[in-house]
Each structure stands twice: as structure tokens, then as C-alpha cells.
Nanobody, 133 residues
Framework: EVQVVESGGGSVQTGGSLRLSCAAS????????IGWFRQAPGKQREGVSC????????YYTDSVKGRFTISSDNAKNTVYLQMNNLKPEDTAVYYC??????????????????????????WGKGTPVTVSS
């Protein structure tokens, strides 16, 4: 059974930090790019950050560069997102996701292909992050 389980969300003040964790099981961890999307109320889902161990690449959306760091522990099949200097605009539900193909394309968008179909193989249920000013 495939499981993608997020943890670590919560409420912080502007400038605070949180670390999200994504524990994956039921699939071959190394074969997938794994990372985070977020969706704020009334806004489109966006790719935040992703790591592909097989390619040795990471991705960050521009608004989080220099503040967020993604990492993975293959021994634990877990991906982490360290979020520092949080801002109110980071408030959203954060979803862990895994994609085997075309991950960069999906993370630079909203996870859908050109026909609007979901390109992500596995989704977590999400963890909320609230940043107050």
C-alpha cells in the first residue's frame, strides 16, 4: 500500500521557522522525485520545491529561494522541507507529492499536464501552515 504522510505544519509568526516531513512507503523511493506543492485559499496550487535524488537536482519556486531547503533521507524514505524566515504569503496547505516522470515540468506548474490531467503519481493529504504578521 502506497502511503505519503506529511507532518510538521503549524502556526508561526512572521520570521519563524517550520520543518515539514514527508514519509513515503509502498514504492521505490529512489525512482521518484519527491517534493511539495502548496495551495492557499482562493489561489491556484503551486509547486514549491522538489528533489530528485536520481538526477541530483532540486527545484525551488522563486518566492522561497534562500528561505526554504529541501533534503531527503533515503534510509528513512523521508523528505524534509526546512522553511525559514516565513512570511504571511507562505500560508497554505502544503502537500507532499511524488512523480516518476517529468517532475520538473509538474513542479514549475501546478502538477497538471497540458490537458489538465494530474501528472503526480502520489499525493499526501496535506498539512496546514499558517504564518501570522
Amino acid at each position: 500500500e502506497v502511503q505519503v504522510v506529511e507532518s510538521g505544519g503549524g502556526s508561526v509568526q512572521t520570521g519563524g521557522s517550520l520543518r515539514l516531513s514527508c514519509a513515503a512507503s509502498g514504492f521505490t523511493f529512489d525512482d521518484y522525485a519527491i517534493g511539495w506543492f502548496r495551495q492557499a485559499p482562493g489561489k491556484q496550487r503551486e509547486g514549491v520545491s522538489c528533489i530528485s535524488k536520481s538526477e541530483g537536482r532540486t527545484y525551488y519556486t522563486d518566492s522561497v529561494k534562500g528561505r526554504f531547503t529541501i533534503s531527503s533521507d533515503n534510509a528513512k524514505n523521508t523528505v524534509y522541507l526546512q522553511m525559514n524566515n516565513l512570511k504571511p504569503e507562505d500560508t497554505a496547505v502544503y502537500y507532499c507529492a511524488a512523480a516518476r516522470r517529468h517532475w520538473y515540468y509538474y513542479w514549475t506548474g501546478d502538477g497538471r499536464d497540458s490537458r489538465g490531467r494530474d501528472g503526480i503519481d502520489y499525493w499526501g493529504k496535506g498539512t496546514p501552515v499558517t504564518v501570522s504578521s
